[in-house]
């Protein structure tokens, strides 16, 4: 067997001190399922990639579902990623087995958490059981797999976290940011479905590890002034990210006392203002006889959408349902800001109270306007026409 590294290795592998409370071992490449103190005898008979104890028993395989008979390379990739290739293959991506497919309890820039959908093949991220154990823990970061897929933090059968449900564009509850340290996308189509993050700047290097001890998902950049890891964010935030902390139809409030509180309409479930795990019930049962609606709540994450489906049959009792079909267009930041010279104000038509609106042309000629709506707006495109447009043959964004 032929092992060799990139020229310019960005990872090293080395031991493990069980019981040191020192990690010694890069997060990509740890003995996860292994005796804690393996042998490190690579040894590739047939092409497979196996480790085996001092008495030649295997204690681990790659298990390739094929023999390979041609020479292969054992390689430690710049990205962390452990890979076995054919030797002939140095400048393809294609691999016999990569070590980012089994990920321990670390994602790094690149890693895919999800499912491929061709092979079944889930990759999911998994807490050591201590910091010198590195079994695997209880606590884990997946995507679930609903109609609605979202990335969902479990703390052994229970769910712990949630991002709330993909949108398209974004997680519809997710405390994620624009920051000048990383990016992130989502992938979802019939061969594969992922979350994946890429850093903005080659000179940060930074990882997310799940932590089973303080039961936090932690992003960390390395610090090269002093060597060594400094905490950039945690998952979850506070009390509020929590999992179903007040029940179903309970909504949290942080600057309340008690902090849950039943939606309008709603009595809580337990007659205790303590213990708000059995949620809130609603005062009047429903009566369609009656002119009983919907009533809007916003700020709020969506509901889980595990159990969600959706349905073409007649809604029950007199309420209706009006469905749309809309056709959208979607554009870059970076479009937008050249279209309307980075919104100068020579561009500018107008501002209300709700933000400004500024005209610009595409690089196809095509005539815009877009208003930048600030935070507490819940104007529309219609507002939009009706204000500044109301004859106006333009596409408004």
Known sequence: MDKRSQTRPVWKK????????????????????????????????????VLTSQNKSVVWSANLSKEVRTPVVLQLLDSGNLVLRGERDGGSET???????????????????????????ERRITSWKSSDDPSPGDFFWK?????????VMWKGSRKFYRTGPWNGIIFSASSLRLNLIFKYHFVSNEDELYYTFYL?????????????????????????????????SNLPKDQCDSYGLCGANGIFIISQSPICQCLEGFLTNSGRFVDWSQGCVRNKPLNYSRRDGFIKFSEL???????????????????????????????????????TDNFSTNKKLGEGGFGP????????????????????????????????????NTKIL
Request: one cysteine or more; aromatic letters at 12%.
């Open 14 to 49: 080395s031991g493990f001190n069980s019981g040191s409370g020192e990690r010694k071992w890069h997060p990509g490449l740890e003995p996860r399922r292994l005796n804690p103190d393996p042998d490190p005898d690579f040894a590739i008979p047939t092409g497979n990639l």
């Open 95 to 121: 691999y016999l087995w990569q070590s980012l497919d089994y990920p321990s309890d670390t994602l790094l820039p690149g890693m895919k958490l999800g499912w491929d959908l061709k092979t079944g093949l």
């Open 143 to 151: 995507i679930e797999r609903q109609f609605y897929p979202e990335l």
């Open 200 to 232: 903005t700047d080659k000179a940060v290097i930074s990882r997310i590890v799940m932590n089973q001890t303080v039961s936090l998902r932690q992003r960390f950049i390395w610090r090269k002034k002093n060597q060594s890891w400094e905490l950039y």
């Open 301 to 339: 994450k969506l509901p889980d959408s595990t159990s969600s489906w959706e349905t073409t049959e007649e809604p029950i009792g007199k309420v209706k349902i009006k469905t749309k079909t809309w056709s959208y267009h979607c554009f870059e930041l970076a479009t937008i800001a050249i279209a």
């Open 357 to 392: 609106v500024y005209k610009g042309t595409l690089a196809d000629g095509q005539e815009i306007v877009v208003k930048r709506f600030s935070k507490i707006s819940e104007q529309g495109l219609k507002e939009l026409k009706n204000d500044y447009f109301p004859n106006y």
